[in-house]
């Protein structure tokens, strides 16, 4: 008869760490304005949701938009000098 067993050492041979790597640190700081100014587009289109369409919302919402486009922009921008350093 044979035994069928799983091996150990090859389950637990790389053990995951479950921490971020300096450089996934790295990239996520680099793209934490994006990251804020998307939560600010979120946050003013949560709002607006259960108000009647207004001026002041729509200059809020179109404030927040430009935003990240600026925040996306310059990111791709500092992505596009990093390659050609």
Do not use: F, Y
Request: charged share 25%; proline share 6%.
């Amino acid at each position: 008869m044979k035994h069928i067993a799983a091996v150990q050492a090859v389950v637990t041979a790389t053990p995951v760490d479950g921490e971020p790597s300096a450089a996934e640190l790295d990239a996520i700081e680099r793209e934490m304005p994006v990251i804020q100014a998307e939560v600010e587009l979120l946050d003013v289109q949560i709002s607006l949701l259960d108000q009647p369409p207004s001026e002041l919302g729509a200059q809020r919402l179109r404030r927040a938009c430009r935003k990240v486009l600026a925040a996306r922009t310059a990111l791709a921008n500092q992505a596009g000098m990093g390659d050609a350093a």
